[in-house]
């Protein structure tokens, strides 16, 4: 007879820039046994936060960098 184990927890998926300058994707199961692996490593996490949020942010910049791109063309058409 098998012992019966618990499915293991699901992960999450980081986005972490250390203090180095190095930039990871890492799966953890917490935002504690992330600092646990990264520590391991010896890496100091300068920023962290999940994948999603870190989308969420990248589409933001994109928008706020097309926003200023029309507003620059604007500007420069109604100068000419």
Request: proline share 5%.
């Amino acid at each position: 007879m098998q012992a019966k184990y618990p499915p293991p927890a699901p992960s999450i998926e980081f986005y972490v820039e250390t203090t180095c300058g190095r930039l990871f994707s890492w799966s953890a199961v917490d935002m504690e046994s992330l600092f646990l692996a990264l520590h391991e490593r010896n890496y100091r996490a300068a920023v962290v936060m999940t994948w999603a949020e870190h989308e969420e942010l990248e589409a933001e910049m994109e928008r706020a960098a097309e926003f200023m791109k029309r507003e620059e063309e604007r500007e420069l058409k109604e100068s000419a």
